[in-house]
C-alpha cells in the first residue's frame, strides 16, 4: 500500500448492515459533520477474529476502484497530510483514524479498506466539513482609552471568539443606512476622521454565519483636526 496512490482493480464493497450482526466484516461508526479546523475521529470496526492482523488504510474518492489512499497500518501517510492524520489500529476491531484541522476541501467520501489477497474489503462513509458559526464579536481597546482625552490615536479591535476564516468589517452608521468603511479587525479613531460624533459597529463572518457587534459611539466634545477631545463608548458605557 505504501508505494501506491491509489487503489485498483478486483476490489469490493461491504455495505452497511446491523452492527449486531455476526456476519458483519466491515463497517463504519456513521457519516459524520465535522467543523473546519477541529480534530475528529473516525471509528471503522471489523471483525476480530478474522481481521485483527490484516493491513488497512484509509483512502478518499468517490470510487473504490480509484480512490487515493491518504494513510495505512504499515505506517505510510501522504505528504499532505504528514502532521494531520494517524491511522491506530486495536487489533481488537478498531482502525481509529485521527484527522486534525480539517478544511471545507476535506468533504467527500472516503473508504476504509482491509487487504485481502484476491479482493480487498471496503466500506464507504460520507465526511462533511463545515465552518464553525461565528459568535457574537466583542470589541477591545488596543491602547489605553484615555488618549482622547488629549486627542490622541486609540485602536478598537473586532474579535469573535469562534469560528474559522473569519472576515471583519467595520461600518459607520447613518441616518438610513451603514456605510463600509474598513475591511479589518482593527479601526483606529483620531481627531482627523472625527469631524462629530459618530456610531460604528462591526461585523464577523464566514461561510456558515455572520454576527454584528455593539455599537461603539465615538462622542466628539471638543471638535478640531488636531487637538480634539473625544470619548469612545461601548455599548452605551
Not at 477474529?49 to 468517490?62: I, L, P, Q, V
Not at 462533511?128 to 464579536?137: A, L, M, N, T, Y
Not at 479591535?157 to 469560528?163: H, L, M, T, V
Not at 474559522?164 to 482593527?186: C, G, H, P, R
Request: with cysteine; proline share 4%; hydrophobic share 35%.
Amino acid at each position: 500500500m505504501s508505494n501506491r496512490p491509489w487503489r485498483t482493480s478486483h476490489l469490493v464493497s461491504i455495505g452497511r448492515v446491523n452492527p449486531a450482526s455476526q456476519n458483519r466484516a466491515l463497517w463504519w461508526d456513521g457519516d459524520k459533520t465535522v467543523m473546519a479546523g477541529s480534530e475528529t475521529t473516525i471509528r471503522c470496526f471489523y471483525d476480530k477474529n478474522r481481521f485483527a492482523y490484516a493491513e488497512k488504510y484509509w483512502c478518499a474518492g468517490e470510487s473504490r476502484r480509484t480512490c487515493d489512499v491518504l494513510g495505512d497500518t504499515r505506517g505510510f501517510i501522504k505528504e499532505k497530510y504528514a502532521t494531520l492524520l494517524t491511522l491506530k489500529d486495536n487489533a481488537f476491531g478498531t482502525l481509529f483514524i485521527t484527522l486534525q484541522q480539517p478544511s471545507l476541501e476535506d468533504s467527500g467520501t472516503y473508504w476504509c479498506g482491509i487487504e485481502r489477497p484476491y479482493a480487498d474489503i471496503m466500506t464507504s462513509m460520507k465526511l462533511k466539513v463545515k465552518e464553525e458559526p461565528v459568535s457574537s464579536p466583542f470589541i477591545t481597546f488596543l491602547n489605553e482609552p484615555d488618549n482622547t482625552c488629549g486627542g490622541k490615536s486609540v485602536t478598537v479591535q473586532c474579535k469573535s471568539a469562534k469560528g474559522f476564516n473569519i472576515k471583519y468589517v467595520w461600518y459607520k452608521k447613518s441616518e438610513s443606512t451603514a456605510v463600509t468603511i474598513l475591511q479589518s479587525a482593527n479601526l483606529r479613531f483620531d481627531c482627523e476622521v472625527l469631524p462629530q460624533t459618530q456610531e460604528y459597529y462591526c461585523e464577523a463572518s464566514n461561510l456558515e454565519s455572520k454576527e454584528a457587534s455593539h455599537i461603539v459611539t465615538a462622542v466628539v466634545l471638543t471638535p478640531s483636526k488636531e487637538n480634539c477631545v473625544y470619548l469612545l463608548v461601548v455599548n452605551g458605557k
